[in-house]
């Protein structure tokens, strides 16, 4: 009797043993399943992009060459199913997250436009040449400015995204521009939203179109010290991963899309 009952009790263990390694195993799968991918692009090449001119708020429509690109991004990405797609009101991210999602095979969700993921606001810069905004800020750190943008990571590396945004806020005497808290803050708010809409639609895959310099600070706040001052290109293709209310950096500046 008892040897009976030692064969019940070790079937039975065995019973839920294994039924607590299938949960654990879909539980594992659950998680594998909540991960997010993000897509950050930066938009096509604008007209303002084109002359060297301060483009922030300030709009400009893209140019033949950033029409291009977006449509090869679009290319690049056809087969990723995106549940998600966000841009700003700003035309040039408008118009290239709509580029990108036409050349999509999958069912195209709606775009989505948030102020969070706008330019930072230049201020009394806005419009002006690029040499204009920028050289007294490289200047006043002992480095040098080009269009070429030789020494930004320089700038980065040493100001940090914060102090970069600080210092034209400080330069501009319309006293307009943006500050760092005031950047984060909407881009936060974006950011959170993005999360929030995640979470109910269960996405996989989330496309945001942005600007050269709102993606570094996305990246400085969800991914601290992650940015060292790459290039942000147009059309270039940033990725994150998003699980358990953790992020992390896939790639940065991806530009084999329009390579």
């Not at 290039?231 to 953790?246: E, F, G, P, R």
Request: net charge negative; charged share 30%; proline share 2%.
């Amino acid at each position: 009797m008892k040897k009976i009952w030692g064969l019940l009790f070790v079937a039975l263990l065995g019973l839920s043993l294994t039924g607590e390694i299938s949960s654990q195993a879909k539980e594992k799968a659950s998680d594998k399943n909540d991960e997010v991918t993000i897509y950050l692009v930066r938009h096509g090449k604008t007209f303002f992009n084109t002359t060297g001119q301060v483009q922030g708020f300030a709009d400009s429509p893209l140019t033949d060459k950033g029409t291009a690109q977006a449509k090869q991004v679009g290319e690049g990405l056809k087969k990723t199913k995106f549940d998600l797609a966000y841009a700003s009101d700003l035309g040039r991210q408008r118009n290239t997250a709509k580029l990108i999602l036409d050349e999509n095979t999958n069912k195209k969700p709606a775009l989505s436009e948030h102020d969070g993921f706008k330019e930072w606001n230049y201020g009394g810069f806005e419009g002006k040449t690029n040499a204009e905004m920028w050289t007294p800020i490289f200047e006043a750190n002992d480095l040098k400015f080009d269009e070429d943008w030789t020494d930004y990571d320089k700038l980065v590396n040493k100001l940090g995204d914060e102090g970069v945004a600080d210092a034209i806020a400080d330069a501009d005497s319309l006293k307009v521009a943006e500050t760092y808290e005031e950047i984060t803050k909407r881009g936060q708010a974006a950011m959170d939203k993005v999360v929030t809409d995640a979470k109910k639609k269960k996405a996989k895959n989330v496309l945001i179109v942005s600007s050269g310099s709102m993606i570094p600070t996305i990246l400085e706040m969800l991914v601290p010290g992650e940015y060292k001052g790459e290039a942000i290109d147009n059309c270039s293709v940033t990725t994150l991963k998003y699980k358990d209310n953790n992020y992390s950096v896939a790639k940065i500046n991806d530009t084999q899309y329009v390579e």
